[in-house]
């Protein structure tokens, strides 16, 4: 693979949703697991799981959650019912 | 006096409260008055219709599981038996069962709109919806107040704050709520998600009317997602409850039941990590194992075995070779030698002919040869130099001469040179 296309293929890796990342590692260890490649195939698909895992294990750590809200205003817990309400939803 | 034998105080209220107890009623009342101290082993309220009072009492125990609290003017609905406290010589209604009044018309209403659900066949399992592993947008329908929506989002981000939330606050008890849940779901639908909580937290019966509503139950059954609800802390259920894709009993169970712990979520990664090991070493390996096979097999193994056949060919060729060459060379010394055998006959007979022909010139040429010549009478004259003189010219007198003969020389001396009649 050309320096290019690793480097494409990374961006595209780290672009892929969660649960994409997480689907296409689950078939990448089924390919393995069949025992039916060829070495370099093998390694091939061994190198695009080790992407996938990396950026699947990057996600989980760095994840924060975030809250969109369509109506309603969130309340904080303890806030009166006359206090300003901090909207601490997005 | 009749002969019926009399009976005693006690004996006529104990059989008329044998009467009395053999026969279960529900009445419906307003509370005019409530005796309810904690101590007494009972409490104690009067129910009454404008006409009437009746005096009642409930077991404190359970008074105090139906979590209700009375009030006077409240209407209620009480089922039980009624009874004699002989001591006072007073009616008294026992009460087994004890209601808002306006709770038992509202369950009538819900359970027969829950039957007419279910003969749609709205609340079949074959409908419930399986959750995605794995969501990327939680849709969150709640009030935007209380606990219930915080304890949602706290669990949701401790288990996986992978996800985003779409949350619609809506109002959930009260007139209005219906709208707003439904405005809600529709809003959390549109917003695209891939799994929607409905959820609110404990309440009464009445509070909780809003999910009973059909409007509301629809708009669940309507969803393009699965819904998740957790309805209050009750063991009832709610329509919205059954015909949701699952019902969890508490917000908090709900948020649980959608989002997948992040402990779960590493520990798959880890399985995943170690399958993609297993499999390239497994792979590896049979690759390997095809190398040594062939790397062990005699035509690498031993390379010479491959020439040997071929080195052997040539030295069996070889040393055919050796013994063919001797026997040709014999064979051919011999040919040789007959050669030369023949040679030699036919070149004595050659060389015969040859000497005689030799003998025959020699005759010729001596013959020829100017000393046979001298055997005819000729002389030749030699000058001093051994030069034969053939003209007289170059003779002077006084000139010395050898003459041959055939047999013989003379010296000479030159008297008188003529040259007339050349």
């Not at chain 2, 948020?255 to 399985?271: G, T």
Request: hydrophobic residues 40%; negative net charge.
């Amino acid at each position: 693979m050309s320096e290019e296309d690793k480097e494409r293929e990374e961006t595209q890796v780290a672009e892929m949703r969660f649960s994409e990342a997480v689907a296409e590692l689950e078939s990448v260890v089924r390919d393995l697991e069949s025992g039916t490649l060829d070495l370099e195939d093998s390694i091939e698909r061994y190198e695009r799981g080790v992407a996938l895992l990396e950026v699947c294990r990057s996600k989980l750590e760095d994840a924060q959650q975030r809250v969109t809200t369509l109506m309603g205003e969130l309340e904080d817990e303890q806030s009166s019912p006359d206090a300003s309400s901090d909207a601490s939803g997005e | 006096m009749s002969e019926q034998t009399a009976l005693t105080v006690s004996e006529v209220l104990q059989q008329a409260r044998s009467s009395l107890e053999r026969i279960r009623v529900a009445v419906v009342g307003e509370i005019s008055e409530v005796s309810d101290r904690p101590g007494y082993k009972a409490v104690y309220f009067s129910l009454c219709d404008g006409d009437a009072v009746l005096p009642c009492l409930m077991w404190r125990r359970e008074f105090d599981a139906t979590g209700l609290t009375l009030t006077q003017g409240a209407l209620v609905e009480i089922e039980g038996f009624l009874t004699v406290y002989a001591a006072k010589g007073r009616l008294q209604f026992q009460v087994r069962r004890l209601a808002l009044a306006g709770e038992g018309v509202l369950r009538m209403q819900v359970a027969a709109l829950a039957a007419r659900l279910q003969a749609e066949g709205l609340m079949g399992d074959e409908r419930k919806r399986p959750l995605v592993e794995l969501p990327e947008r939680i849709g969150l329908v709640t009030s935007p107040r209380g606990k219930a929506v915080h304890d949602v989002l706290r669990t949701l981000e401790r288990r996986y704050p992978l996800a985003e939330i779409v949350m619609a606050g809506v109002q959930i008890e009260g007139r209005g709520a219906v709208g707003e849940i439904v405005a809600g779901l529709s809003a959390v639908g549109e917003a695209g998600v891939d799994v929607v909580i409905l959820c609110r937290g404990g309440g009464s019966y009445e509070d909780l009317m809003p999910f009973n509503d059909e409007s509301v139950a629809r708009a669940v059954i309507a969803s393009p997602v699965p819904v998740v609800t957790g309805i209050g802390h009750e063991p009832d259920t709610s329509i919205a409850d059954l015909v949701a894709d699952l019902r969890a009993s508490t917000p908090t169970a709900a948020a649980e039941a959608v989002a997948p712990s992040m402990d779960e979520v590493a520990r798959r990664l880890d399985h995943f990590a170690s399958g993609m090991m297993r499999g390239l070493s497994a792979s590896t390996q049979s690759a390997r194992h095809r190398v040594r096979a062939l790397a062990s097999r005699p035509v690498l193994a031993d390379p010479y075995a491959l020439v040997s056949r071929q080195s052997q060919r040539l030295d069996s060729a070889a040393e055919a070779l050796d013994r063919a060459l001797p026997v040709r060379m014999e064979r051919d010394r011999q040919r040789l030698e007959t050669l030369e055998g023949a040679l030699k006959t036919s070149g004595s007979r050659v060389l015969e002919r040859v000497r005689l022909r030799k003998d025959a010139l020699g005759d010729r040429l001596r013959d020829l040869s100017p000393l046979g010549i001298l055997g005819r009478g000729y002389s030749i004259c030699f000058d001093a130099d051994g030069v034969a003189i053939r003209s007289a010219a170059l003779l002077e007198p006084g000139m010395g001469l050898n003459v041959r003969f055939a047999e013989g020389r003379a010296g000479c001396t030159v008297d008188s040179v003529d040259m007339e009649g050349t």
